[in-house]
């Protein structure tokens, strides 16, 4: 799906603002789109990666006000022990497999609801308002409503230690 197909409607990307240093060094706002790196996935989940940094902390120089999105890297967490921004939609229906990244992610559920399930078999409901804190442990995402799209939140930071690999 092209950034022109992407629904306007509950399912659609989110319009960023970012600010950053111009010549003069005095703040600007380099970008007001509704873009950054989006990608859809074959459940119909959409990504939008609004921003990430290879490092933190990070370095917030004019030097790097350009979009970094803009690379070939998909979503993958944290790169580069860096931090990543991103909104995730998902459709009825729709949602993530068993996974872990190596970070620590904070997020908001922005509107719907969404089933978040851990490898032990645990499960709970997060709402619209409801905010979670993933400690690089093995999780996957449902949104088990048969006509309500989800849309989350969350900033990824690169962990320093990393949990055993073979979850």
Aim: with cysteine.
């Amino acid at each position: 799906m092209s950034r022109s197909e992407v629904p306007v409607a509950s399912g659609s990307t989110a319009r960023r603002v970012v600010t950053g240093l111009g010549e003069d060094g005095k703040a600007k706002i380099l970008y007001d789109d509704r873009e950054g790196r989006v990608e859809t996935f074959p459940s119909g989940s959409i990504f939008q990666n609004v921003w990430l940094t290879d490092s933190v902390p990070a370095d917030v120089t004019r030097e790097t006000n350009d979009d970094p999105t803009k690379g070939e890297k998909l979503f993958q967490g944290p790169v580069n022990g860096g931090s990543v921004g991103n909104f995730v939609n998902f459709p009825p229906g729709g949602r993530a497999p068993m996974h872990f990244t190596k970070s620590i992610d904070y997020g908001i559920i922005i509107e719907g609801e969404i089933e978040l399930e851990l490898e032990n078999g645990e499960k709970t409901v997060l709402k619209a308002g409801d905010v979670f804190v993933q400690r690089q442990t093995k999780h996957a995402w449902h949104n088990r409503h048969p006509t309500q799209w989800t849309k989350v939140f969350s900033v990824c930071i690169a962990s320093a230690n990393s949990v055993d690999e073979k979850n």
